[in-house]
């Protein structure tokens, strides 16, 4: 990239996060769609020296060809639910109940408190309940890395593992837990396995059930208002999720608009105008753009 090319694309970022800036201050209602681009960009990174300290020991033990990143050994064929168990219980500890609530998150929170606002997203690793969003604002579709349920989901409830994985990781030895506590069902006596979307046995409770009709009245009740889709590290593997149904919505309703955060995944269809806004950038730095931005305007 030669120098005119980077003052081009310094001035186009810019006027990118200056009309984002509008859309959010004249919105009526924000709704925020997220998946794991977001918590990358926080910290929440699945490789490279986080993987390797955190999971130095399950490297050793099972190998490199396997243990390359947190989310391929997740799919490592362990011999045993103990060393299934030592090494979800880990993952737990790592993305769920050790990180704090991370200055990303928070900022975001800032931005949008003050708006009529609701949270779909795909993460599981529970930061917008930790930032101080409020739970009833948020459906988390694909579930919990602190939630455990039966591996054949031969009943519709999940259990809070908390507990559970904090024991876990105390007892753990040579990446295996304890034979007496590996968690069984306690209905049909079989395996338990995380709360995460992989299959058909995925549990979708009465709390899911909750979470999601009340997605359906924000969205009832906003129709007819002037909002913004404020969507966040979405990529394109769940995108019928988020990706396309923000897309469908903008493109069927002339009051809404869409401003798409993404490093590299930030296309937005031309068919939506000037009512869409791909920001190709690191989503740290946009967003903290964004309530800079926002902020200076509040104080003028």
Sequence with gaps: MNFSDYIFQKDLYEEQIARAVEMIKNAEFVLIGVGTGLS???GLTYSGTR????????????????????????FYPFPSQEAKWGYWSKYSMVNRFWPPALPLYKQLYELVKNKDYFVLTTNVDHQFQKTGFDSGRVFATQGDYGNIQCEKGCHRKIYDAEKMFRQMEQERTDCLIPSDMVPKCPVCGGNM????RC?????EDENWHEAAARYGVFLEKTGSKKGVLLELGVGFN???????????????????SLIRLNLNEAIVPESLGNRAIGINADIKNSISDIWQQMEKKAGV
């Excluded at 299959?199 to 549990?203: L, P, R, S």
């Design 40 to 42: 990358t960009a926080a």
């Design 51 to 74: 993987f390797t300290e955190n999971f130095r020991e399950f490297i050793e033990k099972y190998g490199t060809m396997y243990m390359t990143d947190m989310y391929a050994a997740g």
């Design 193 to 196: 396995t995380m709360h995460l």
């Design 199 to 203: 299959d058909q046995y995925f549990v």
């Design 238 to 256: 769940t995108p019928m999720i988020i990706r396309f149904p923000f897309e469908k919505m903008v493109r069927e309703n002339r009051n809404l």
